[in-house]
């Protein structure tokens, strides 16, 4: 069974930085593509980022140059380090595996302005 745990979350004031950890569990996590989506009140979930197996990221525009999404896979392990941090990017983000249809929990982030 897949288990996606998120961490990392928490509250940090704007232009702070945060590094989101998920690990991963019940699957061949090195095939597979991981991502991260982010769910801000009264909104839809939205990509944040993703990363494929040979490491290959894509980033949601709003994010690009400020997000960093990286894979340990000797760890099952995928990160997304977040700076320049914005009130805008408040929201519970979550892990997917991609193409599994898995979720994690979600981990909350509040940036305070």
């Known amino acids: 069974q897949v288990q996606l745990v998120e961490s990392g979350g928490g509250l940090v004031q704007a232009g702070g930085s945060l590094r989101l950890s998920c690990a991963a569990s019940?699957?061949?996590?090195?095939?597979?593509?991981m991502g991260w989506y982010r769910q801000a009140p009264g909104k839809q979930r939205e990509l944040v980022a993703v990363?494929?197996?040979?490491?290959?990221?894509n980033y949601a525009d709003s994010v690009k140059g400020r997000f960093a999404i990286s894979r340990d896979n000797a760890k099952n392990t995928v990160y997304l380090q977040m700076k320049s941090l914005k009130p805008e990017d408040t929201a519970v983000y979550y892990c997917?595996?991609?193409?599994?249809?898995?979720w994690g929990k979600g981990t909350q982030v509040t940036v305070s302005s």
């Open positions: 997917t595996a991609v193409g599994l249809g898995r």
């Open positions: 019940g699957l061949i996590f090195s095939i597979n593509a």
């Open positions: 990363i494929t197996s040979g490491g290959v990221t």
